[in-house]
């Protein structure tokens, strides 16, 4: 069974800044990686797909990169709005499974 | 436009049973894989597993804490999805999502194991 690694755990940054969330897989995985963000007592929203693709509707300032065992989401310059837990998942083989999650808070 | 709408959620007993299900719309249902995903309360996604269009086998997939216990289900004639849950444990609290190729999830249903 594969395990993700996500990191860091919690992150307080202030508006406009740049933040990067990681996400590393105990084997190769490929481009089989997924960002989803989850707000308060909603559902989680598909952000990107196959670690780059963004999704349409999805901010632009959200981005993803990385193949095989290393990934990254980046949020260019974030906005009040983007408070939330970011989760990654793995497609690649199963079960599926998600990463444990980095809430992001605006300082 | 999809839509996911779960239901049947509730309290129950451990060792109870209890059904969800899952009204999709707003896409063509029987070439959907359709997926379980349930975050307990506080917690983080956990995958509980997935069926295959019946034009792929139509197969289902669990995650190994629920093998034997817990059974995906669909009716294509109605576009629903359904989750049978059984010998449930108080660990299987949590909200259960349904998804289809987890890029549209329903709102979420509260599933609560307690005596």
């Known amino acids: 069974e594969i395990v993700l690694t996500q990191s860091p755990d919690f992150q307080s940054v202030p508006p406009k800044e740049k933040v990067t969330i990681t996400c590393r897989a105990s084997q190769s995985i490929g481009r089989n990686l997924f960002w989803y963000q989850q707000k308060p007592n909603q559902s989680p929203k598909l952000l990107i797909k196959f670690a780059s693709q963004s999704l349409s509707g999805a901010p632009s300032r959200f981005s993803g990169s990385g193949s095989g065992t290393d990934f990254t989401l980046t949020i260019s310059s974030l906005e009040a709005e983007d408070a939330a837990t970011y989760y990654c998942?793995?497609?690649?083989?199963?079960?599926?499974?998600f990463g444990g999650g980095t809430k992001v808070e605006i300082k | 436009e999809v839509q996911l709408v779960e239901a049947g959620g509730g309290l129950v007993k451990p060792g109870g049973s209890l059904r969800l299900s899952c009204a999709a719309s707003g896409f063509l249902f029987s070439n959907a894989w359709m997926h379980w995903v349930r975050q307990a309360p506080g917690k983080g996604l956990e995958w509980v597993g997935r069926?295959?269009?019946?034009?792929?086998?139509?197969?289902?997939d669990y995650v190994a804490p629920v093998k034997g216990r817990f059974t995906i289900s669909r009716d294509d004639s109605k576009d629903m999805l359904y989750l049978q849950m059984n010998s449930l444990k108080t660990e299987d609290t949590a909200v259960y999502y349904c998804?289809?190729?987890?890029?549209?999830w329903g709102q979420g249903t509260l599933v609560t194991v307690s005596s």
């Open positions: 069926i295959k269009s019946k034009t792929d086998g139509g197969t289902t």
């Open positions: 998942l793995q497609s690649s083989s199963l079960p599926l499974i």
């Open positions: 998804s289809t190729t987890l890029l549209d």
